[in-house]
């Protein structure tokens, strides 16, 4: 199984990050789920700006902490 996070920089509402986080872990399963993987075997949840990659206040750590994260699970 397959599970994939969805974070975003702090800019913006709770609310906002939420949405952009489950925005961006929403698009990634709809692309494995594309070349075939059994959408059973994935979930989503989105982390907003909860679980920062960079701690940073700039540009590039903003960059960063934009992303979805790919977690294999055993279950």
């Known amino acids: 199984k397959i599970l994939i996070e969805g974070h975003s920089d702090e800019r ?4 906002y990050n939420l949405a952009l986080g489950d925005r961006r872990a929403n698009a990634a399963r709809e692309y494995l789920m594309s070349l075939g993987i059994d959408p059973q075997r994935i979930a989503t949840i989105s982390y907003g700006e909860e679980k920062p990659f960079d701690p940073g206040h700039s540009e590039d750590a903003w960059s960063k902490n934009r992303r979805g994260h790919f977690v294999l699970t055993t279950k």
């Open 12 to 15: 913006g509402t709770i609310e």
